[in-house]
């Protein structure tokens, strides 16, 4: 007689407080870990709708977020597809954890009218605006456009910090379709044209026309069914709405960077059209011709304000020699971490293979000029894996290798935090195995390498 199949409503490593929301195909409770009594936020897959399409769709979210790692997208804490611990006796849960946020963006926007008896000023937007571009950015950067942007998805933590959240129907730009192509994409208001088409031709313009969507929405108070001329013609951001929610993706902004020029332009920030590249040269020739690390610190400065530059940090920063990058760590180690986050964060993308042996010998110089300091080892050496694994590059593996060898027994914290690093990239381990193994490692590394 077949044994009869338990349901849980719980994760095993959570206790469920109350539910706070939902939508799509699952549901979000706050609760907090059996182990760990810090409260978070559960969203557990609902299990009367739990099938293969469900369970990728469910998947590609986690997979997003966990690739995803920057200030204005939510990161995962902890996750499962199937949580159970019998193969035939119960049914296990997909959920993922994350930190618990203070509300969404669409109830923030409801009580800043209740608050100030009227819309949101232009000022205001900006603020808020800005740190939603900052995080779609990022993401289309890394090649991923999200497709269902719209305030619910927009999460609000301490100090009016926006995460952007919902990754479910998000998709890598070099995919030609995805498996959900038949159910429609995007939520009714915020979905671009070619969403509801079905040519499912998308693109980063997609996201574009829900940003301006949103922007509209924070603007007048009103649900974006339709753009109203209008209720905007006040506004500073008119324009920029109107662009961005244009038909016709041809005659939207091409990226997100376009956007935030106009954004600049119309809110008096004209940082955007500043020379960078000079004032990054001219601080350069000053260090150069004076030889003192304080215009190191103004570089550095310079850096962080430029935080999702491409070009300054690939084509400039990357010029820094190993005295500079020594001088940056004896004298600005914070900033110059800082930095680091930044520089790992927007290489992570695809490259030839003539850069990425040049991104692994950067990372090498770097961790040298820290002296492995595990604040940047961890950084680095995660970066150097997945660089090397993504693009299939024997340099880059042999580059990794040498620098684990490197560590000796005295380093047992490096040791812990690539245990980490290895089952967060579990695949990329399997690749850089054997040019790890090339050398004599530590006795818990190569230990660790046994299960992959």
């Not at 929405?217 to 905007?232: H, Q, V, Y």
């Not at 300054?312 to 930095?339: G, I, N, P, S």
């Not at 040049?358 to 660089?387: G, M, P, Y």
């Not at 040498?402 to 690539?418: R, S």
């Amino acid at each position: 007689m077949a044994k009869a199949i338990t349901e849980r409503d719980e994760p095993y490593l959570y206790f469920i407080k109350e539910e706070i929301g939902g939508g799509g195909f699952g549901t979000v409770y706050k609760g907090n870990g059996i182990l760990e009594d810090e409260i978070v936020a559960i969203k557990i897959l609902n299990k009367d709708e739990v099938n293969d399409v469900t369970l990728r769709r469910f998947e590609r979210e986690i997979r997003i977020q966990k690739q995803l790692k920057h200030p204005n997208i939510v990161q995962i804490i902890d996750y499962s597809l199937d949580d159970s611990i019998s193969d035939e006796e119960e049914m296990g849960l997909a959920y993922y954890s994350m930190p618990l946020a203070e509300n969404n963006f669409r109830k923030l926007m409801i009580e800043y009218r209740n608050d100030n008896l009227g819309k949101m000023d232009d000022e205001t937007a900006a603020f808020y605006f800005r740190q939603i571009l900052d995080g779609i950015e990022y993401a289309h950067k890394n090649g991923i456009i999200h497709r269902d942007l719209k305030p619910e998805n927009i999460l609000v933590y301490k100090n009016d910090l926006l995460k952007i959240s919902d990754f479910g129907l998000g998709k890598f730009l070099e995919s030609e379709s995805t498996v959900l192509t038949s159910q429609g994409l995007g939520t009714e208001n915020y979905a671009a044209p070619e969403q509801t088409d079905g040519s499912n031709d998308v693109d980063e313009r997609t996201d574009i026309y829900a940003l301006g969507k949103i922007l509209y929405e924070m603007i007048t108070g009103k649900a974006p069914i339709f753009i109203d001329p209008d209720l905007i013609k006040d506004s500073k951001l008119s324009y920029l709405i109107k662009k961005a929610t244009q038909e016709k993706k041809s005659k939207r902004y091409k990226s997100i960077g376009d956007m935030r020029k106009t954004l600049d332009l119309v809110t008096g920030d004209n940082s955007a059209f500043r020379n960078i590249v000079k004032e990054f040269n001219d601080l350069i020739e000053v260090y150069n011709r004076e030889n003192h690390h304080s215009q190191l610190g103004n570089i550095l400065q310079l850096l962080i304000t430029n935080s999702t530059d491409y070009d300054l940090y690939t084509e400039h920063f990357m010029k820094f020699d190993l005295e500079a990058l020594t001088l940056c760590y004896k004298f600005y180690r914070e900033e110059f971490l800082e930095v680091v986050s930044n520089y790992t964060s927007i290489i992570n993308t695809g490259h030839s293979f003539s850069f990425t042996d040049s991104i692994a010998d950067f990372l090498i110089n770097i961790c040298h000029s820290t002296d492995n300091d595990i604040d940047f080892f961890s950084r680095i050496a995660e970066r150097i894996l997945t660089v090397g694994y993504d693009h299939n590059r024997f340099y880059v593996g042999e580059v990794f290798g040498k620098l684990i060898a490197e560590l000796n027994d005295d380093h047992t914290e490096h040791a812990l935090v690539l245990e980490d690093i290895f089952e967060d990239n579990r695949r990329a381990t399997r690749w850089m195995k054997s040019y790890i193994l090339q050398h004599r490692v530590q006795r818990h590394v190569s230990n660790l390498l046994t299960d992959y």
